[in-house]
């Protein structure tokens, strides 16, 4: 109302009230003071007279002539693609509602239930706001008639307080004439207070300059701060609270580059300990070497054929006429060959076989 908010209460409602009060039941040798709702009427008019609440009007929006006449104008020029539409949305509109509808049914059911278990809070009911207007005729009516208090109550408590102020006030302004010893107290009490500021400060300005020095020695990567919540609005103690904090915000970057070389290193150095633990090792028994001895002698047989191939493939003839005597050459020569790689696989198994019983010895 006038740009404040006010508190009302409806005519009808606060007659209904007071019917039901106390004030509306006899006590021995006492008369009720309202036995009728007239008489709740004449009690209500000599408030209103004494200015504990007034009249007011509950004003509604309520369109103009010219915004009804715009309205009608455009629904003739609307063409019938619109009418269709609108009937189609009007469909929708209405299965929305049926759903919505649907849930909130579900949802006072929950509402129901929960209300009745034991030991739940019933929520607070909240008035309704809406724009009020004084009324010109102040008389108070038994009916749906809006009325605005006006009567506002100090409380209790904010007359205390404001009483301990008053008293402390005037107290302090008596300070020469008080005792010599509470005005030494009240000295000391002074002084303590001062220097316990003046650390606090001392404290904020410090924290500042060690932040700055740690962030400048390690360029800007690590972020120190010494009692970080003095300065934050936060309570007494848990402006103390923690200690300190720290931060690292360096570039990851680096940090997973270095990581990387390090794993190859680690890895490099695995196959290069394999590598050493067989060549230890070596070959179990003459088994295995006579399994070398013929390993080696295919690998030469394979090379030797590759050799013939690029050479026919040299020459230019894939396919080339050889005589008797060049053939009886090659086959010897690869005889030769055979009995030499024999030889060789036989002499290097003796001397295996010779280490182990060596060894064993």
Same mark, same amino acid.
């Given at each position: 109302?006038?740009?404040?908010?006010?508190?009302?209460?409806?005519?009808?409602?606060?007659?209904?009230?007071? *019917?039901?009060?106390?004030?509306?039941?006899?006590?021995?040798?006492?008369?009720?003071?309202?036995?009728?709702?007239?008489?709740?009427?004449?009690?209500? /008019?000599?408030?209103?007279?004494?200015?504990?609440?007034?009249?007011? *009007?509950?004003?509604?929006?309520?369109?103009?002539?010219?915004?009804?006449?715009?309205?009608?104008?455009?629904?003739?020029?609307?063409?019938?693609?619109?009418?269709?539409?609108?009937?189609?949305?009007? @469909?929708?509109?209405?299965?929305?509602?049926?759903?919505?509808?649907?849930?909130?049914?579900?949802?006072?059911?929950?509402?129901?239930?929960?209300?009745?278990?034991?030991?739940?809070?019933?929520?607070?009911?909240?008035?309704?706001?809406?724009?009020?207007?004084?009324?010109?005729?102040?008389?108070?009516?038994?009916? @749906?008639?809006?009325?605005?208090?006006?009567?506002?109550?100090?409380?209790?408590?904010?007359?205390?307080?404001?009483?301990?102020?008053?008293?402390?006030?005037?107290?302090?302004?008596?300070?020469?004439?008080?005792?010599?010893?509470?005005?030494?107290?009240?000295?000391?009490?002074?002084?303590?207070?001062?220097?316990?500021?003046?650390?606090?400060?001392? *404290?904020?300005?410090?924290?500042?300059?060690?932040?700055?020095?740690?962030?400048?020695?390690?360029?800007?990567?690590?972020?120190?701060?010494?009692?970080? /919540? *003095?300065?934050?609005?936060?309570?007494?103690?848990?402006?103390?609270?923690?200690?300190?904090?720290?931060?690292?915000?360096?570039?990851?970057?680096?940090?997973?580059?270095?990581?990387?070389?390090?794993?190859?290193?680690?890895?490099?150095?695995?196959?290069?300990?394999?590598?050493?633990?067989?060549?230890?090792?070596?070959?179990?028994?003459?088994g295995a070497e006579g399994s070398g001895g013929e390993r080696h002698s295919d690998t030469d047989s394979d090379r030797r054929e590759d050799e013939r191939s690029q050479h026919s493939s040299g020459n230019g003839n894939d396919f080339e006429m050889i005589t008797k005597e060049e053939l009886e050459q090659q086959t010897d020569g690869d005889c030769e060959e055979e009995a030499e790689a024999e030889a060789e696989a036989e002499e290097d198994s003796d001397r295996e076989t010779a280490k182990c019983s060596h060894e064993k010895s």
């Amino acid at each position: 109302m006038m740009g404040h908010r006010v508190d009302y209460f409806i005519a009808s409602k606060a007659v209904d009230c007071l *019917l039901d009060s106390k004030w509306a039941k006899a006590k021995k040798g006492e008369e009720a003071l309202f036995t009728t709702r007239e008489s709740v009427v004449d009690y209500c /008019n000599r408030l209103l007279k004494k200015q504990f609440f007034h009249r007011a *009007l509950k004003v509604m929006k309520m369109k103009y002539d010219k915004d009804i006449k715009k309205e009608k104008d455009k629904g003739k020029v609307e063409s019938g693609k619109e009418e269709d539409k609108k009937s189609k949305k009007e @469909n929708i509109k209405d299965e929305r509602t049926k759903k919505e509808k649907e849930k909130k049914k579900d949802g006072e059911k929950e509402e129901s239930k929960k209300e009745e278990t034991p030991g739940t809070p019933k929520k607070k009911e909240t008035k309704k706001k809406f724009k009020l207007e004084p009324h010109d005729d102040q008389v108070f009516l038994d009916g @749906n008639e809006v009325y605005v208090w006006i009567y506002d109550p100090v409380h209790f408590k904010t007359f205390v307080m404001g009483l301990i102020l008053v008293i402390a006030v005037i107290a302090a302004t008596l300070f020469p004439l008080w005792p010599a010893e509470m005005r030494v107290g009240v000295y000391y009490l002074s002084v303590g207070a001062g220097c316990f500021v003046a650390s606090i400060l001392l *404290l904020a300005v410090a924290r500042c300059i060690l932040f700055l020095i740690i962030w400048l020695i390690t360029g800007g990567r690590h972020h120190f701060w010494f009692l970080p /919540n *003095l300065t934050a609005d936060v309570g007494f103690v848990d402006s103390f609270r923690p200690l300190y904090t720290h931060e690292y915000k360096g570039p990851k970057a680096d940090s997973k580059k270095d990581e990387k070389p390090e794993t190859k290193k680690h890895q490099k150095s695995d196959s290069e300990e394999k590598e050493e633990e067989e060549a230890k090792a070596g070959p179990a028994g003459p088994g295995a070497e006579g399994s070398g001895g013929e390993r080696h002698s295919d690998t030469d047989s394979d090379r030797r054929e590759d050799e013939r191939s690029q050479h026919s493939s040299g020459n230019g003839n894939d396919f080339e006429m050889i005589t008797k005597e060049e053939l009886e050459q090659q086959t010897d020569g690869d005889c030769e060959e055979e009995a030499e790689a024999e030889a060789e696989a036989e002499e290097d198994s003796d001397r295996e076989t010779a280490k182990c019983s060596h060894e064993k010895s």
